[in-house]
T-cell receptor
Framework: SQQGEEDPQALSIQEGENATMNCSYKTSINNLQWYRQNSGRGLVHLILIRSNEREKHSGRLRVTLDTSKKSSSLLITASRAADTASYFCATDGIRETSGSRLTFGEGTQLTVNP | KAGVTQTPRYLIKTRGQQVTLSCSPISGHRSVSWYQQTPGQGLQFLFEYFSETQRNKGNFPGRFSGRQFSNSRSEMNVSTLELGDSALYLC???????????FGEGSRLTVL
């Protein structure tokens, strides 16, 4: 079963508004990542936050991580129609052998209306 | 620098057949991992290869197998196809221990 759960499953907003997506996970992690997927395409890496970080920014993206609650949030500010996509959180395992094995959440489908 | 290339992009097979999917990673990336994406199960890890060795394996039956060549290119094979194997198969490459994965556009398999 998926380790991550994302909330909401779907989000529809107007251009210029902010979009917030949440992710919860179950086990200890080294880092948490967010990816974006346009319909039926490959995933694109957005941002990585390490377990010892609490907040990270990249352009219009802001990610927070609360390891005590095993949760993360992704904020997209001043959204654009081009931000319409599915957004996934992904976690690695804390085991040394985790390598590039990621566990993905179920995803949030974001629709930004012009 | 070219991205991750997956071939074929689309294919249709019938139950019982087998299929081989190919993935060429970004130049210099030695880790290649494979994921299956379906509407019902989401994104699930299949396996990861590093320097021609399988480093991790997900919870899939033995019908799913893979390998990596000395040039880091990877193939995955699914034998005795079932209807439930219909999915988008995604390949990703990465530099060792950086965390970030670079995905290809995927191979969409339909099993009839």
């Amino acid at each position: 079963s998926q380790q991550g759960e994302e909330d909401p499953q779907a989000l529809s907003i107007q251009e210029g508004e902010n979009a917030t997506m949440n992710c919860s996970y179950k086990t200890s992690i080294n880092n948490l990542q967010w990816y974006r997927q346009n319909s039926g395409r490959g995933l694109v890496h957005l941002i990585l936050i390490r377990s010892n970080e609490r907040e990270k920014h990249s352009g219009r993206l802001r990610v927070t991580l609360d390891t005590s609650k095993k949760s993360s949030s992704l904020l997209i500010t001043a959204s654009r129609a081009a931000d319409t996509a599915s957004y996934f959180c992904a976690t690695d395992g804390i085991r040394e052998t985790s390598g590039s094995r990621l566990t993905f959440g179920e995803g949030t489908q974001l629709t930004v209306n012009p | 620098k070219a991205g991750v290339t997956q071939t074929p992009r689309y294919l249709i097979k019938t139950r019982g057949q087998q299929v081989t999917l190919s993935c060429s990673p970004i130049s210099g990336h030695r880790s290649v991992s494979w994921y299956q994406q379906t509407p019902g199960q989401g994104l699930q890890f299949l396996f990861e290869y590093f320097s021609e060795t399988q480093r991790n394996k997900g919870n899939f039956p033995g019908r799913f197998s893979g390998r990596q060549f000395s040039n880091s290119r990877s193939e995955m094979n699914v034998s005795t196809l079932e209807l439930g194997d219909s999915a988008l198969y995604l390949c990703a490459s990465s530099l060792q221990n950086t965390g970030e994965l670079f995905f290809g556009e995927g191979s969409r398999l339909t099993v009839l």
